[in-house]
């Protein structure tokens, strides 16, 4: 498995670690009940807080670029739509995060379509 590095950050920028957060909890989108889960983050503090900052989903976080995933369920229905950013080797947020929440897959948006890692 090939760790995914979209840049390096600069030394004064550097945080070792990645960190994700859900923007969309599909499942309680559509019907409205049960526990909304989007704002679920995980990964290095300080990331987190910069990327929940951040006011866009494109563009560079400490040198890095940022990235979104998608983590569907055992038929392939989405569940939720996040972005993820650092250094890391893309299961992260199905291993933090999807898999205690009815997630099996997770698939990141590459040249306009959801691919599998």
Known sequence: MSEVLAESPTEDTAVDGYAWIVDLDVAHDES??????????????????RLRAGDAYDGPTDGYEVEYFRLDD?????????RIVGSYYAFEPLQDFGFSNGADEILYLRGGGWVRS
Do not use: C, I, K, M
Request: charged share 20%; glycine share 26%.
């Open 74 to 82: 055992e038929r392939g229905q989405p569940l939720f739509e996040g």
């Open 32 to 49: 409205g009940v049960g526990r909304n889960s989007a704002g679920a983050t995980g990964g290095v503090p300080e990331l987190v807080e």
